[in-house]
């Protein structure tokens, strides 16, 4: 019926303000259902609806008492107070010729009085809220602003309802948002079952989009861990909390295709309207697993390279051990030899002979010392025994020694607070008296040697520690710093420093054997020290 209808823009608007409603067709809702029964109890009215009016039909977003649900709208009274915006009564439906048909006026009982107030937005009525009665009636104006009250209760609820769809609508950004994030989500009710994964999830477990919704969580887990999983859910579910699975331990899931990935997840509580929620974030770690295998592998490697280094070094010491202790006594016979030709040939001999002679002596003797000293170094590590010694003690007996040195040169030398250290002690004296001899004897000339011995614990445990030896003397220049700790090298012509070049070759094997290590550093022209370490030969 015309006379029930607005001007087109004007319906068009308040349409579309229902449509954004997106109330139409609905399942009941309670709070609207309250609103009509509470509207009949109170307003003494058999029938209530809160109902809504779009472009055919007027029908109930909720009910109360007998009567249609959904009448066409050109029978509808509802539709002409949402045309006028205002309350409209008919206290006699009977009187309003437009409404002979309406099937309010020809249910049985027929329903003669109606009121209702229309359900206002900006954009015009939606619907109302209104009431029917039995017999003719004719509301107070208190009742009247009974129904007003109940149509702006009515529009809230409808703003409220449409909030919580935009919160809904908004709750899908996030959603989508999951499926941009590299770790696997996972959302599942108290029972375990899923009602959301994100991409990354399903990657990981292989199942396509949306495959694993409404599956139970235990088919992503091995066989032997699914019992135990039930009952593990039980206790979260009994006490929620947020925890992290897997680290450090190896988790596995199972994948679709029934192989196993290990992977670390986190868990999350979440309390949605309709219970529990949890909320799993997965990882998928086989390249960290990978990785760590691959580490443990690498260092079983290098533990095996290092045991064959050792046994191949105790070889080649062995090896020195014995060619030095063999060498000893040709050398020993050359040289007597010579010099025994020298003795008691020397008449019956010409001056070039006499030199070679004596050439060949002095060459015996060398190389007597060095093979001495190749013999000393291949025993050096050998006895394991370690003791307590004090290292004041090591150092001043090494000052005694080398009082005659000290005097000649005018050197000054200071020592600092020294520790006791667990340590081989002949061969610890060694090393002071190598380091402190050279400090003295690679001095500048004209500049009296000052040389400073010091102690610095490395570990806060004091169970590693650090020595130094400095002094200001020649210098070494920064590309001899290594090959100084190589057997019989020397820096200078035979004549300049004497030495074998043995000394910094010993106290680097000592060093070595007393899980340490040493290094120098220098500018040449100003001074050197050499530094260090012993640690805990014990442990
Ligand atoms: P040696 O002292 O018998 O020559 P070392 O093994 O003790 O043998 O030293 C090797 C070389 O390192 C020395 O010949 C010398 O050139 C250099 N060197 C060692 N200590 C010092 C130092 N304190 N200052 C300068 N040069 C040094």
């Known amino acids: 019926m015309d006379d029930l209808l607005l001007d087109g823009s004007a319906e068009a608007r308040r349409l579309t303000a229902l449509s954004r409603m997106e109330v139409l067709d609905t399942p009941e809702e309670p709070a609207f259902n309250e609103i009509s029964s509470t509207m009949a109890r109170s307003l003494r009215a058999p029938v209530a609806q809160v109902s809504l ?27 002409d107070v949402v045309r006028r915006g205002q309350i409209v009564e008919l206290a006699d439906v009977r009187a309003d010729a437009r409404f002979v048909n309406s099937p309010w ?92 994964t994100n991409a990354a999830f399903d990657r990981i477990f292989g199942y396509s989009p949306g495959e694993l919704i409404n599956e139970p969580l235990e088919r992503l887990l091995p066989d032997a861990l ?62 960290r697993v990978a990785a760590a295998e691959a580490e443990r592998q690498a260092q079983r490697a290098l533990r095996r390279y290092a045991d064959e280094l050792s046994a191949k070094n105790v070889e080649l010491d062995q090896f020195a051990y014995l060619t030095s202790h063999d060498l000893q006594a040709p050398l020993r016979t050359i040289s007597n030899a010579s010099r025994m030709l020298l003795e008691d040939y020397l008449d019956r001999l010409d001056q070039p002979a006499i030199r070679a002679l004596e050439l060949q002596s002095a060459a015996a003797e060398r190389m007597g010392h060095l093979t001495t000293q190749v013999f000393e170094h291949s025993r050096l590590g050998r006895d394991p025994a370690c003791t307590l010694v004090d290292v004041r003690t090591t150092v001043t007996d090494v000052l005694e020694d080398l009082t005659a040195t000290i005097e000649a040169s005018g050197a000054r030398i200071e020592v600092g607070a020294m520790p006791k250290v667990n340590a081989r002690p002949v061969e610890l004296r060694m090393v002071f008296q190598n380091l402190i001899g050279n400090a003295i004897k690679f001095r500048r000339p004209d500049v009296p040697p000052v040389v400073r011995v010091t102690a610095h614990p490395e570990a806060p445990d004091k169970r590693r520690w650090r020595f130094a030896v400095v002094d200001n003397g020649i210098g070494i220049r920064a590309e001899h710093f290594d090959r100084i700790f190589e057997l019989f090298q020397r820096l200078h012509a035979k004549g300049a420093f004497g030495g074998l070049g043995v000394g910094l070759a010993h106290c680097k094997k000592i060093v070595a054997t007393h899980n340490g290590r040493i290094w120098v550093e220098s500018t040449p022209g100003k001074g050197s020290t050499f530094h260090f370490t012993i640690g805990d030969v014990s442990s």
């Not at 109930?60 to 509802?78: D, I, L, M, T």
């Not at 947020?242 to 992977?263: Q, S, V, W």
């Open 53 to 79: 009016v779009d472009t055919s039909r007027q029908w109930a977003k909720s009910h109360f008492g007998p009567g249609p649900r959904e009448v066409p709208r050109k029978e509808s009274f509802c539709a």
């Open 226 to 287: 699914r019992e135990t999983h039930v009952s593990l859910r039980a206790q979260f579910v009994a006490a929620p909390e947020t925890r992290r699975m897997g680290a450090g331990r190896e988790l596995l899931g199972r994948k679709k295709d029934g192989t196993f990935i290990p992977i670390e997840v986190g868990l999350n509580p979440m309390y949605a309207t309709e219970g529990l929620r949890i909320v799993a974030s997965v990882i998928d770690i086989s390249d």
């Open 105 to 196: 006026r020809t249910t049985d009982p027929p329903l003669l009085h109606y009121a209702g107030a229309p359900i206002m937005t900006p954009d015009g009525a939606v619907g109302t809220v209104c009431i029917y009665g039995l017999k003719p009636r004719q509301l107070t104006m208190a009742e009247r602003a009974v129904l007003s009250g109940f149509a702006s209760l009515a529009r809230r609820l409808l703003d409220g309802r449409r909030d919580n769809k935009e919160k809904h609508r908004q709750l899908q950004f996030p959603l989508s948002v999951l499926d941009a994030s590299p770790a696997g989500i996972l959302v599942l009710d108290e029972r375990g079952i899923i009602l959301l």
